[in-house]
């Protein structure tokens, strides 16, 4: 897939004539995860270089599952709306076993928010978009043809060759950002590893445009008869593009199965005589699952692939490199601005870090259910599709993929502990759940109103905002680092002035647990740092110093 | 809740009958399914992880054991 013209040109890098040069952030790759932090960092004003060895969007067949987390992300970044309209939405997953349906799931079962729980969308498509929005913002820079070569660390700077058709030139920066994909040369360049399990098993994936009746869910079958004792997954993108995976088995040979002879009668005994379908991309690959052991080396943080790797199952690769670039962005931009200590760096990888074990564990889990590694193993897999045709219990042990949801950073040193009893499923470390809102300006959602800064969610109830709150308030956007009050009152209480809002359908008071005075605190990337049922501005100022890794309050200050 | 190792089961020999029953004229691929299936009813029954994590224990305590005294 190729770009226009003009965002894919390559210019002589000026350094090459000028000579050296500092900026805030280079960020090495553009695959989704470096382009968000691109654009992240970009829209927070931090001037940001991204370096790519290419000057193509991805190739081939990877990511197609982006899930609700994400999109809300992308709606921040100012891309959802373009990744949703033109993905296909789906929320309903279906299991067969042989020739029959064992039951059907619904991901998000739950009404009441913007996003739904999954779209499929080409990863290529993604990638076009961010480099389209990136190109938008004055802080944001893409190279490409620019393959970072060396990386040399200093106590205080970054110093990177690049080689470019033009020759060599080396530049610096403060932080550097390495989202250079599994193979990650970043890594490999400060002599580091990522180390975890390859599974043995290979998997056909083959991308078909064809148009079908098949109804845009997941489709996973075990043991099917056009597939004897193995797996298939059938699942549909945009542009009428359909994704199928065929579990081969360790043995299979790569480069036999690759060929188009022996792929399109898999195809076709699946789809039936009669389908019409042209190959658009075909390949075999195995998947593995590891991790590097810290994310962040120095003045270099590891994000995406580079830093953590795993099987496709669950769709938790792209999805949480994205997060990382979530959490990652607004520390930096406050490090560099000199409003949080160089420390808050180390939170990225607290956080980060069990974040991506939860991705292994979830994806070890599926892939050891598809592929079992012994017989007993297998006998108990087969035992459980078998009851789960008839009984509920055994479909929740049934594990096709559990599908990428955000991590809470439960444990995270930036949360302040609840002082107060709460009874909902939010706690601190928690993303911010959607939920209706309304306003004098009209229907809006909550994650809309939220991120990109300190918001403190205020629940009035059905009482009245008080003068001395209001002044609370005041003095809360004008400490060093803002925050931001979205006043929510009770459903059927009308919010008549701006940042206040109605919870219409009850969903905020409910997914909270909130009741009048309640108080939440949510970092910039719309994660919980604390809540409280009355709460004073000396408590929240306590609790974002802790959210910025700072020791006292002055530090954020000074 | 612990799990119960005091005798539990009215009458012991009607149901080391029926689970043996259970097995009969199947071959060793089918009785392991059977006793695969088994295991995830009644665990599903019991629903207690503590419970389920001191049974798994036993049973593999034992089997180890078993299987080094065998080997001597
Ligand atoms: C079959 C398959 C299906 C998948 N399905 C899903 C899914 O449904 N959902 C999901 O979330 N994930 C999925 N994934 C995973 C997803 O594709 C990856 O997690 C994602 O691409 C990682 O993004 P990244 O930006 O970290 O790395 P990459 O996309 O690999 O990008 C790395 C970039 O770094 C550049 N680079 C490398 N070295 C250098 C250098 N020395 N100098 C400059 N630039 C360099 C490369 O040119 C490249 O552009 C799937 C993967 C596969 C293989």
Redesign the pocket.
Known sequence: MQLTETLSQYRAPPEIESGRRRVPVIV???????LCAAIDLGLQNVQTLV????DSL?EG??????AKRTLEILDRLGCGERAVSKGVVWNTGKVFLQDRMLYQFDLLPESGHKRPAFINLQ?HYLEQFLVERLHTLPRGELRFR????AVAQHPDRVEVTVETPDGRYVIECDYLVA????????RQALGLESKGQVFRDRFL?ADVKMRAGFPTERWFWFDPPFHRNQSVLLHRQADDIWRIDFQLGWDANPEEERKPERVMPRIQAMLGPDAKFTLEWVSV?TFQCRRMDRFRHGRVLF????AHQVS?FG???????IQDTDNLAWKLKLIVDGRAPDTLLDSYDAERRPAADENILHSTRSTDFITPKSGISRAFRDATLQLAEHHAFARSLVNSGRL?TPSTYSTSPLNTPDGDAFGARMRPGAPAIDAPLDSRDGASWLIDQIGGRFDLLYFTGTQAVSETMRNTFESLRRLPVPVETLIISAQGVRADIGRFFEDVDGLFAERYDARSGTAYLLRPDQHVCARWRRFDAASIRKAQARALAAETETEVAK | MTIRLDPNIEAPDDFYQALIDTHRDLDEAQSQLVNAKLILLLANHIGDMQVLREALRLAREDGVQLLRSQEI
């Open positions: 090495v790759g553009a695959g989704p995860v470096g370096l790519d060895a290419d991805s067949s990877r990511a197609i599952c982006f990863q620019n393959r970072v070569t989202c250079d994909g599994a193979r990650s040369p970043m994936i690959y994000a995406g692939d580079a496709p769709a938790r690769g792209a999805n949480s490199g990428s």
